[in-house]
């Protein structure tokens, strides 16, 4: 850029590097000139010479074949300096209307991706490319992005999954070496509970729980955890049921560490004559089926259209294809009347609870003439945990679900439940539970395809007595932000949901309310390496 002023003192010129073209000229009167009036005019040209500075730099980039200095000047930087429309406004407008264009067609075949912004940026200058291209560019590199980040969550679902469902090294060990036990020690196979205290087992006067599993360590924290928080622990009955393979391992483990003040039993499966698969034909269906076998067993995310799924949702279709939906022992609770005969009221743990308060208020609540008291979960104070209603479990675009059932109706949850047997035995909750399984294997598992509550909401519908949500503290399993004083006011907290506290992908904050209750000086425990996190 240069600035020359004529020797007259009659003009003053401004113009660019190659003297082709001239940005400004000031044309002077022929007239004396005054000092004053030079000294003015320089202010003003001192004034100029930024934006003079910036126009070349324009001018330089454009091309000054392309637009005029002071088209080019008025165009960027004249709206109001030079008295032109600012024009940002149409620009803007114009890339919205390429955008709405791209998104409704095809990306191009052969489209060359680039792998950053930066690289993006380069081939543009390189290339020329017009505005529709860059729109096409960005759009698929956002959608290969989007993509990434979609298969790496679901993978990382993927490995939660598996870790949920396998067996931790320490506990299978753990399960092995007291079944190992029980062939070769006598202690360990001595009968539970001795035999003056049978009668104890249907005598209604005590407190009678039932815990359906077949993982030993579970059971020994949920007793242990009961026992502590008791007031009255003489009067605690324990019924521990479990599968074949893992009775006598826990036999072993309650013959060998006997808790102090109460009565344990121990049963498997096998030992109820009336109980077999043969009387229950929806569960050999499930097992035997080769399609409902691949549903639990085979490959996951096969077919699965990532695209349209949430990762939340994904997790939950993972979560209902837990192989211990079609265990025997998690659809036990439909056979407690059958399974206990002389008892009036029980109280239904699962394995994965703790108990930090005395529960024998539980037997003098009035269940009203209801059959199960439980907690609702459309309504508590975390909104994903207790937000919970029909058409959450069920699909509701099913004719028979949309003909029978509420999609606004509450849920309420497994757990901790107090089961009052002698009005079940009154109803057909059992028969009206097959029924709705064997219609949803029929529908290819269509209905629901969410575990073992979504047929007890239909069995037990209209049956249900809501208990005071303090009594069971949901979510442990899954909602990681859980707050820890309401952990520790609850009577019964339930990690429900993959993240259980015995396996590594447990939440580390919550674990402690579950290891405190282990006994890890037991040689059984620590020879196997479970280690207290």
């Excluded at 949920?164 to 360990?188: M, Q, V, W």
């Excluded at 959450?392 to 999609?407: E, G, Q, R, T």
């Excluded at 506290?501 to 290891?515: V, Y």
Aim: positive net charge.
């Amino acid at each position: 850029m240069q600035l020359h002023i004529s020797p007259s003192m009659r003009s003053i010129t401004i113009s660019s590097n190659n003297g082709l073209t001239d940005l400004m000229k000031i044309k002077v009167a022929a007239r004396h000139i005054s000092y004053r009036t030079l000294f003015h005019t320089i202010l003003i040209v001192a004034f100029l010479l930024p934006f003079v500075f910036i126009l070349t730099a324009l001018v330089t980039l454009e091309g000054a074949n392309k637009c005029s200095s002071f088209d080019c000047f008025g165009r960027r930087f004249g709206p109001r300096f030079l008295g032109r429309v600012d024009d940002s406004g149409k620009l803007v407008r114009d890339f919205y209307k390429i955008f709405n264009q791209v998104i409704t067609e095809e990306i191009p075949d052969g489209l060359k991706l680039p792998d950053s912004f930066s690289q993006l940026v380069a081939e543009m200058k390189n290339n020329q490319y017009d505005a529709k291209t860059f729109a096409f560019s960005l759009r698929a590199m956002m959608e290969k992005l989007e993509r990434e980040i979609r298969e790496s969550k679901a993978s990382e679902l993927m490995n939660r999954h598996f870790a949920a469902s396998s067996i931790p090294k320490g506990i299978h060990c753990f399960s092995l070496r007291l079944t190992d036990e029980y062939s070769s020690n006598a202690h360990a196979r001595r009968q539970l509970p001795s035999p003056e205290l049978l009668p104890v087992l249907s005598n209604n006067s005590y407190h009678h729980f039932v815990l359906s599993t077949d993982n030993i360590l579970a059971a020994s924290v949920v007793v242990t955890s009961v026992v502590r928080s008791s007031l009255e622990p003489e009067k605690v009955v324990f019924h521990v049921i479990t599968d074949k393979k893992t009775y006598a391992g826990m036999h072993s483990w309650f013959a060998l560490n006997p808790v102090a003040s109460i009565i344990v039993e121990v049963k498997g499966i096998h030992q109820f004559d009336w109980l077999t698969r043969e009387n229950v034909p929806v569960l050999e269906a499930i097992e035997s089926h080769h399609d409902f076998r691949n549903y639990y067993h085979g490959n996951h995310i096969a077919g699965a259209n990532l695209s349209n799924t949430t990762p939340r949702s994904f997790a939950s279709k993972l979560q209902a294809r837990s192989p211990k939906y079609i265990s025997l022992l998690n659809h036990l609770r439909i056979y407690l009347p059958e399974l206990f005969p002389d008892l009036d009221k029980v109280v239904f743990l699962d394995d994965d609870v703790v108990i930090q308060r005395d529960l024998s208020p539980l037997w003098e609540i009035d269940l009203q003439g209801k059959v199960n008291g439980a907690i609702e979960t459309c309504k508590g104070e975390d909104e994903w945990v207790m937000s919970k209603y029909f058409k959450n479990y069920f699909n509701f675009s099913h004719p028979l679900i949309a003909k029978h059932l509420d999609p606004d109706e509450c849920a309420w949850a497994y757990g901790m439940n107090i089961f009052d047997l002698r009005a079940w035995r009154k109803t057909n909750i059992r028969e009206t539970y097959h029924f709705w399984l064997k219609e949803n294997l029929k529908s290819n598992l269509t209905m629901w395809k969410l575990g073992t509550l979504p047929p007890a909401l239909i069995a037990f519908k209209g049956r249900v007595h809501p208990i005071d949500p303090s009594w069971q503290m949901l979510g442990l399993g899954y909602q990681s932000k859980t707050n820890i004083e309401n952990v520790k006011r609850a009577a019964v907290i339930h990690y429900n949901g993959q993240s259980k506290p015995w396996l590594e992908i447990g939440f580390d904050h919550l674990r402690p309310f579950w290891t405190k209750y282990v006994n890890y000086s037991n040689d059984f425990v620590r020879n196997c390496h479970i280690l207290e996190s």
